[in-house]
C-alpha cells in the first residue's frame, strides 16, 4: 500500500508508490494504470511547484494525460509530454535538494523503448523529492562531503 505524504505548504497529498508496484499494475490492467499514474505524478509535482511559487514543475496534469493520450493522433505530443515529464522531474529533486537520479534525456529514450524500467527510475525519484520536501532526510548531493550530509 501507497503510503500518503502531505505536500507542504498546500492540501495536497502525494503518495510514496512501490515501483515495483507501478510497474505490476501497468501490466495488470494492460496499461490503464499507466495512465492513471503518469496523471497523478504531474499532479503531484504541479503540486509542488504551485507550494514553492514556480511552474517549473508543471501546471497542469490534465494537458500532460491529455498529450499521451489524444495526442497520439498528432504523433508529437506524447513524446513531447514524457520527455517534458522527465525533465520535471529532474527540477523537484534538485528543488528540494535531492540528487536527481538519471539525466531526463536517457529517461527519455528509456521510456520510449524499455517503458517499466523508465517508469521504475520516475517513481523512485519522486519517492525521493516527495520524502524531502515533506521533511525527510534528502540523499547527499552528488560530490557533497559526507561529513556535512
Known amino acids: 500500500m501507497a503510503e500518503q505524504v502531505q505536500i507542504v505548504g498546500t492540501e495536497a497529498q502525494g503518495k510514496i508508490r512501490n515501483p515495483l508496484g507501478v510497474i505490476g499494475l501497468t501490466i495488470i490492467t494492460f496499461g490503464?494504470?499507466?495512465l492513471v499514474?503518469?496523471?497523478k505524478i504531474n499532479k503531484e509535482m504541479a503540486a509542488m511547484g504551485?507550494?514553492?511559487n514556480t511552474s517549473e514543475l508543471g501546471e497542469s496534469p490534465g494537458t500532460s494525460l491529455l498529450a499521451v493520450t489524444l495526442g497520439w493522433f498528432l504523433?508529437?505530443?506524447p513524446f513531447v509530454s514524457t520527455y517534458r515529464t522527465c525533465q520535471r522531474i529532474n527540477k523537484?529533486?534538485?528543488t528540494f535538494g535531492v540528487a536527481p537520479g538519471v539525466d531526463a534525456a536517457l529517461v527519455w529514450l528509456i521510456y520510449i523503448f524499455v517503458t517499466p524500467?523508465?517508469?521504475y527510475l520516475m517513481q523512485s525519484d519522486m519517492n525521493k523529492t516527495l520524502?524531502?520536501?515533506a521533511g525527510g532526510s534528502p540523499s547527499p548531493q552528488v560530490?557533497?562531503?559526507p561529513a556535512v550530509a
Open 50 to 52: 504551485r507550494a514553492q
Open 117 to 119: 524500467i523508465a517508469q
Open 32 to 34: 490503464i494504470y499507466a
Open 75 to 77: 504523433i508529437i505530443p
Open 143 to 145: 560530490g557533497s562531503d
Open 131 to 133: 520524502t524531502a520536501q
Open 37 to 39: 499514474w503518469y496523471y
Open 92 to 94: 523537484s529533486s534538485r
